[in-house]
């Protein structure tokens, strides 16, 4: 079956530091990949994604690459806030009868000043 | 726009209660989905919809009965709650598998 692996955290960066959070995927056929990030007591919300291989999701200065041949989808930021302190969470999806959408457990990112 | 509701926002149950947890959306979305999140655990999927009439399970799907009778409406039933279904439950929506699920603001469960 399908699932994902990322880097558990926590996680501990000071502003303006560079940020990587690595996810791997395991699935069949052509999964679409997302970011999303969980802000405290709130749900869920879209950072970014990517629905084929070599595309390149980008928002709010984070960035992933669909990388087939290495099946992983590595969440980047060259210099984080505080306000994007927050837990993040690297998905696929599946689609057709079988839609799923799994997540990975998640990487608690906390920015401090 | 509403998106996706949810309610009850906070729910305490004593154990062997039943309860059902709704789930609305407004964008005509055919996959509906029902998650539970625990510490550590990120996000495990209990029951899922490809459209209305159809309903299959997720990886947790013991103690929780789903249907869907209409494309907006997408209800979680716990028959009989146990201390183990403590958890925030989320409601989820999407297009498609390669567009963003939308989800709920959750519902906070606590079974004494």
């Known amino acids: 079956g399908n699932s994902v692996t990322q880097m558990e955290g926590p996680v501990t960066l000071s502003e303006e530091a560079f940020l990587t959070i690595n996810c791997t995927y395991t699935a069949t056929g052509y999964p679409s990949l997302f970011w999303y990030v969980q802000y405290p007591g709130e749900g869920l919300q879209l950072l970014l994604k990517?629905?084929?291989?070599?595309d390149k999701g980008s928002n709010k200065g984070f960035e992933a690459t669909y990388r087939k041949e290495t099946t992983s989808f590595h969440l980047e930021k060259g210099s984080v806030q505080v306000s994007d302190s927050a837990v993040y969470f690297c998905?696929?999806?599946?689609?057709?009868?079988?839609?799923?959408?799994?997540f990975g457990k998640g990487t608690l990112l906390t920015v401090n000043p | 726009n509403a998106g996706v509701t949810q309610t009850p926002k906070f729910q305490v149950l004593k154990t062997g209660q039943s309860m059902t947890l709704q789930c609305a959306q407004d964008?005509?979305?055919?996959?509906m989905s029902w998650y539970r999140q625990d510490p550590g655990m990120g996000l495990r999927l209990i029951h899922y919809s490809v459209g209305a009439g159809i309903t299959d399970q997720g990886e947790v799907p013991n103690g929780y009965n789903v249907s869907r009778s209409t494309t907006e409406d997408f209800p979680l039933r716990l028959l009989s709650a146990a201390p183990s279904q403590t958890s925030v439950y989320f409601c989820?929506?999407?297009?498609?598998?390669?567009?963003?699920?939308?989800f709920g603001q959750g519902t906070r469960l606590t079974v004494v």
């Open positions: 964008m005509n979305h055919e996959y």
């Open positions: 998905a696929l999806s599946t689609g057709g009868s079988n839609y799923k959408l799994t």
């Open positions: 989820a929506s999407s297009y498609s598998h390669r567009h963003e699920a939308f």
């Open positions: 990517a629905t084929k291989a070599d």
